[in-house]
Each structure stands twice: as C-alpha cells, then as structure tokens.
C-alpha cells in the first residue's frame, strides 16, 4: 500500500537525500491526496501523541514541482494540501501548521483549517528583498481574509555559516538579523528563528550550531520580542496597508516604497482605530537582500530629529505617538504634531527624535 501511495518521477519514487549516518539514507515522497496513505500517516501521528504530549503537527512540504502517481496520473500537488490539512485537523484533533515552501500552496493553506499560515523563504521562489518577505506577508493575510498570522522560516547568514563548526563558531551579523526581523513585524508577521537551547537558526537542518548569537544580539532580539507583543494591536490582525503619502523633509529623495538599498523604507498601514507608519533604515546598507548570506551587512547610518509630512485622508488627527524597539526598551512617546492641508490633502507634520532600524508612528484619529 505505501509504494502504491507515492510520488513518482517516470519509474523512480521521489526522494530527498538525508546527511550521511543518519539512520534512514533519504525521506521518501508520498501523495498528500491518497487517502490510504492519509490514514497511515495520521495513525502514525496518533501513536506520537499517545507517548509526548506536542500541542500540534508541523505538516512539512518539498515546495512545487512535477510528480505522478503509482498508475502515471500527473499529480498537482497544491491541489492535494488543503483536503489533507484539513483531515489531519480532523482526525488529530489538535493545532495543525503547514508549511508552503517559497509559498506553494499558500492559498489552499490560508483557506484550510491550519491554525497559522507557515512559509519558508527561498530565494529561487521568488522570496529575494526585503519588500518580498513583505509582499508574502501580504498575500497571506488576503487570503485568509485577515483571520490567520503569517510564520516565516527566512535563515539568516546561510553562506557565511560554511565557514564555521559546532566546534569553532562564528557568530550572525547583528544587523541583517534585525533588519530582517523589523521587516516581517512591520509587515504583521512572526519570524521562527530560535531552534533548540536558543540557538539561532542559520540553515535548515535546525541542530546547526555554526553560528551563534553574540550577547548584544540577545539583548537587542529580546527587544523586538517584546515590541511585537506590546504592540500586537498595531502590528498584527485588522491592519491593512494603505497607499498615503509619506514625505521625509530634507531628504525624501533618500526613501523608498519598496525597501531599496541605501534608502529609508517607508510604509503605512490602518486599522483597530490607527494609521501606522513604518521606516526602516537601510541608509548605508548596500543590498536589499533580507538573508545577508556572507553577514556583511553593516549598521544603518543613525538618522535624528526627522521631520515627517504624512497625508492621513479625512478625520482629525487626536495624537501621534513614537515608538521603536531600538530605543528606550520600546517606550511609547507622544509626539507634538501640527496638521494643515494643500493640493494633495489633509496632513499632518510631527518630528522623528532618532531611527536606527525601525521606527513605528501611530497616529490616533476620530
């Protein structure tokens, strides 16, 4: 029965080759919509939790790509996830997460009873910038209707890590890390990035211990955790992006719309009874691509006292306020403003009193 629920390419199963010694040579593929193998691999879980008590089931994937079943049928394998996810849920009974490589499969993820929507982040998917993390962020919470967050698997520094061993460690580059990070929580997602005892994840295979976070990482990645969960409400669930116009005085020729190198990253969001806006600091940084692959990236040119125009459409503008997990621990400061209106429409001009790598402004209007 197992040979008969496999992926096949011409004569030959699908396969993919494990790291030499391990106790199986490769992991073989099977049709997510047989339904035989279904009920084997579910029974197989069901003994799992009989013995460890795991809230849930990762439900991985190999990504895209052409695969036949066992009487030479071509399978379209997105098809098959959604009805799978969803009799896993059932028959299991506990939180299921799947994961779309390069975001195959996202939509019939985001329309399934997964409990989040999962992607990891490959570079021959499409998934290259910083805006595309932002982008796959997006496309998630349209699909799913806003109801489900959206986990990133993004390794960072994953060339850079070669040069080291378990034995002789180097250590991640600050920098990208956080830069990376700012990205997916401005966007309204979440980043897996810490594996067993803490230790980052720079590949993969997640036990990789090649490179370790230094103490000033620690201490600066535990800000942003804490900023991601003080400021849910303004970060996740009930934001949209909008497209309202964000100047940055005196150097607005230095600033993108879509995370350019060398510029400052601006964008905007509404919603919970705010507009949001977030700059990411990229002056000085010569790339745009989020994995920093060699950990060359260095840190963003430090910017003070920005003044900012932002066109907020209608209502009236009650307070704005200043918040950034680079500064003073994440702390929340009202931001004297003042408000006017010309050809392009109602503004508002407040100033910015520093940015290292991401500052967050949230304007409360009635």
Known sequence: MLRQGGLFNDQQ??????PENWASPSIYSFNPG?????????????????VFPFDGWH?????GGTAYDFTGNKIDLDQTFQGFINNAKATLGKSVVFNSVGNY?????????????YSEMWEGSGQITYNDLKNSIDAGNSLSGGSKSTVLAAYMNRNYQKNFSEFNQGYFNTPSILLTD???????????ELGDDLNMLSLEYFPNKHLIMSNELKQQLKNYYDFMVA??????????????????????SNTSTDGSPNTIWKFTKTGNGYDVIHLINLLGVPSNHWRDADATYPVPNFQSNIT????????????????SPDYDNGKSYSTSFTTGSDDQGNYVT???PTLQYWDMIYIKKS
């Open 308 to 323: 900012v125009k932002y066109y907020y459409g209608s209502g009236t503008v009650e307070s704005v306020n200043f918040a």
């Open 13 to 18: 199963q699908l396969s993919t080759p494990l």
């Open 105 to 117: 499969g996202q939509k019939e993820s985001a329309s399934s009873s997964a409990d989040i929507l």
């Open 350 to 352: 407040f100033t910015v």
């Open 182 to 192: 700012a990205t997916i929580f401005a966007s309204g997602g979440s980043h897996i």
């Open 34 to 50: 047989n339904l035989e193998w279904q009920n084997y691999i579910f029974n197989r879980e069901k003994d799992v939790f009989a």
């Open 231 to 252: 400021y849910e409400n303004l970060l996740r669930g009930g934001l949209s992006n909008t497209h309202n116009i964000v100047y940055v005085h005196d150097m607005d």
């Open 59 to 63: 439900i991985d994937s190999l990504g």
